[in-house]
C-alpha cells in the first residue's frame, strides 16, 4: 500500500465512524491512529515555506488588481479571478516571480518530493476488520474506501 493509498484510506475511515457497531468503531478508531503519525509527517513535508506563502498572498492581490470587478469587489469563476486585463497581469507575475524566484523553484521541487513520497511504499501495518463486524448498512461506496483493511 503506498503513502497516498494510506491518505485515501484516512480519508475513508473518517468518513464511517458514524456508523454503529462496537468492534466495528474500535477497528475504525484503532487504525485511524495507526495511520494519524504518518499523515501527520506527510502534512508536515508539505507545508509551504513563509517565503511562498509571501508570494501566494501577493500573487492573490496581483490577481485581485487586475480582475474584473463587480461592485467594488474582483470577479471570480470557481477559483479563478477573472482578469480584466491579461497581458499588465502577465507583465507585474513575471516580475513577482522573479523576486521570488527561489521560494517558487523550492516550493516546486517541495511539491515533486512530496509526490514522489506519496508514491513510495508504506510499512504501516494496520488493523483488520472482519466482514462479520462490517455493519449491514454500509454503502458500497464507503466498503470501497475501507476495502484495505477488511478481513474475509
Request: proline share 0%.
Given at each position: 500500500m503506498t503513502?497516498?493509498?494510506?491518505?485515501?484510506?484516512?480519508?475513508?475511515?473518517?468518513?464511517?465512524k458514524e456508523l454503529k457497531g462496537i468492534k466495528f468503531a474500535y477497528s475504525v478508531i484503532k487504525n485511524i491512529n495507526i495511520i494519524k503519525s504518518e499523515i501527520e509527517a506527510l502534512q508536515k513535508a508539505s507545508e509551504s515555506s513563509l517565503g511562498f506563502i509571501e508570494y501566494e498572498k501577493k500573487r492573490i492581490e496581483l490577481a485581485k488588481k487586475f480582475a474584473k470587478k463587480d461592485k467594488g469587489e474582483p470577479v471570480i469563476e470557481g477559483d479563478r479571478y477573472i482578469l480584466?486585463?491579461?497581458?499588465?497581469?502577465?507583465?507585474?507575475?513575471?516580475k513577482l516571480k522573479k523576486e521570488y524566484e527561489e521560494e517558487v523553484g523550492k516550493r516546486e521541487w517541495q511539491?515533486?518530493?512530496?509526490?514522489?513520497?506519496?508514491?513510495?511504499?508504506?510499512?504501516?501495518?494496520?488493523?483488520?476488520?472482519?466482514?462479520a463486524d462490517v455493519p449491514q448498512d454500509i454503502s458500497v461506496k464507503l466498503l470501497e474506501g475501507i476495502f484495505a483493511v477488511i478481513e474475509e
Open positions: 503513502k497516498l493509498d494510506l491518505v485515501n484510506l484516512f480519508q475513508s475511515l473518517h468518513q464511517v480584466e486585463d491579461e497581458k499588465k497581469f502577465g507583465k507585474e507575475w513575471e511539491i515533486k518530493q512530496c509526490n514522489d513520497l506519496l508514491m513510495e511504499d508504506s510499512d504501516i501495518k494496520l488493523h483488520k476488520i472482519k466482514m
